[in-house]
T-cell receptor
Framework: DQQVKQNSPSLSVQEGRISILNCDYTNSMFDYFLWYKKYPAEGPTFLISISSIKDKNEDGRFTVFLNKSAKHLSLHIVPSQPGDSAVYFCAASFTSGTYKYIFGTGTRLKVLA | GAVVSQHPSRVICKSGTSVKIECRSLDFQATTMFWYRQFPKKSLMLMATSNEGSKATYEQGVEKDKFLINHASLTLSTLTVTSAHPEDSSFYIC????????????FGNGTRLTVT
């Protein structure tokens, strides 16, 4: 039972344009969501997070949107740069629990120069 | 801050041998660390939660006698893959957090284990 889903395994975007990565979850008890970026043979690097009390969080080129009613979050990267090419994972957690993160299956982003 | 170091980054071992992977929090103390495993082109699967000074909590389907976890100090957790088999070949990643609400986990760089 995949509680966190990223339905697009890959995405290609032209440099300078917006990248939109999507993530859906099924458990309404999740209250903390994160995006991680991962290069091959490396651990994930934290990008941005959002608590369920918010619907948007912005950090530089990265913005995460949360739609609780749809159980959907998205990561917007604008403008996209070639260095953004990586696999992006969304993760969900319960803050009242023990930091157990449930990860999505990842989306491979390729930014074309 | 919040740097997690994992060692070794890559290890090749023969079937039947045991391999130890170390995870250290370099600039903070972590009462809890997490061990993940990633299969090729798959998501990160939580294997176990490592608690300092007590037994690890394993996820369903993870053999605790095969994957021994020790969290002897606030900055070090180890994962030992015992009697390794080729199907144990995978990418293992540890993570730790600052223990604050709504603060993210930080990951080590992972260990690529190949069992021949």
């Amino acid at each position: 039972d995949q509680q966190v889903k990223q339905n697009s395994p890959s995405l290609s975007v032209q440099e300078g344009r917006i990248s939109i990565l999507n993530c859906d979850y099924t458990n309404s008890m999740f209250d903390y969501f994160l995006w991680y970026k991962k290069y091959p043979a490396e651990g994930p690097t934290f990008l941005i997070s959002i608590s369920s009390i918010k619907d948007k969080n912005e950090d530089g080129r990265f913005t995460v949107f949360l739609n609780k009613s749809a159980k959907h979050l998205s990561l917007h990267i604008v403008p996209s740069q070639p260095g953004d090419s990586a696999v992006y994972f969304c993760a969900a957690s319960f803050t009242s629990g023990t930091y157990k993160y449930i990860f999505g299956t990842g989306t491979r982003l390729k930014v074309l120069a | 801050g919040a740097v997690v170091s994992q060692h070794p980054s890559r290890v090749i071992c023969k079937s039947g041998t045991s391999v130890k992977i170390e995870c250290r929090s370099l600039d903070f103390q972590a009462t809890t660390m997490f061990w993940y495993r990633q299969f090729p082109k798959k998501s990160l699967m939580l294997m176990a939660t490592s608690n300092e000074g007590s037994k690890a909590t394993y996820e369903q389907g993870v053999e605790k006698d095969k994957f021994l976890i020790n969290h002897a100090s606030l900055t070090l957790s180890t994962l030992t893959v015992t009697s390794a088999h080729p199907e144990d070949s995978s990418f293992y990643i540890c993570s730790a957090g600052l223990g604050q609400i709504n603060s993210p986990l930080h990951f080590g760089n992972g260990t690529r284990l190949t069992v021949t």
